[in-house]
Every structure is written in C-alpha cells, then in structure tokens.
C-alpha cells in the first residue's frame, strides 16, 4: 500500500522548487491555494523563480513551515504564468479564500508600494 500524498492546498506553506538552466534545485517557501485540480503561487513578476519557470516548467512541491524547514514528502508538477484574466480572478479568489485578511494586507502593502501590478500568478499542476 502507497503512503498517502499531501494536498498543497491544506497546507499554509509549501517549498516551491524551480530549476537552474543547469539543472539545480532552487527552493521557496510559498503560499499556495488550490481551485480544483489547479494550484496557485503569486510572485513578484522579476523574481528567479519566474524567470526559472519562463526556462523550464518542471516544479516540486513539498510541505514546509515558513522558513522552508520541510515537513512532508515531495509531490512533482508542471507550472507556468497565468495571463489569462479569468484565471487569475479564480487565482486570487482562492489565494483571498484561502489566507482572508493576510492576503487582503499583502494587497494592500503591495499596492501602496506600487509592487501589486508587477505580480506574476503561478499555476501548478501536480502529475
């Protein structure tokens, strides 16, 4: 019998790995939300792992506290930039569902400080 894997979405924080152009493992604790089969991670639009992803669209996923101290076994997908305006509605609407005033906070902070419109949303899809 196969040991159960973790759902991103129950978790608060999870270790994002990207890969390098030469094939190294750049880990991020990220906060996820899940709408369906599809999973969300919004970044800042320059960051390294969008550019990373922009290379390669392989992602690992594991359970992690928000220091990126792993706590579960990894799970691998697929990622890539949402630029779809409905799916980043339902993207926000889960991000928003899932951390309610903590995410409401971090738009607000990130508005202010005109960082918002440069976001990049993340959708992953666990294989």
Do not use: Q
């Not at 994002?16 to 899940?34: C, D, H, K, Q, Y």
């Not at 690992?60 to 930039?81: N, V, Y």
């Amino acid at each position: 019998m196969t040991e159960p894997t973790f759902d991103p979405a129950a978790c608060e924080y999870v270790s994002l790995v990207t890969f390098r152009r030469n094939g190294a493992e750049v880990a991020t604790p990220v906060w996820i939300a899940g709408a369906g089969e599809r999973y969300f991670v919004f970044s800042e639009g320059r960051a390294g792992k969008v550019r990373r992803l922009r290379n390669n669209p392989a992602v690992r996923l594991a359970p992690c506290d928000f220091r990126g101290r792993l706590r579960g076994d990894w799970r691998e997908g697929h990622a890539h930039i949402v630029d779809d305006a409905a799916v980043l509605a339902t993207a926000y609407a889960a991000l928003h569902r899932k951390y309610g005033w903590k995410m409401k906070l971090g738009d607000a902070l990130a508005k202010l400080s005109g960082r918002y419109g440069r976001r990049a949303m993340i959708e992953i899809t666990l294989v």
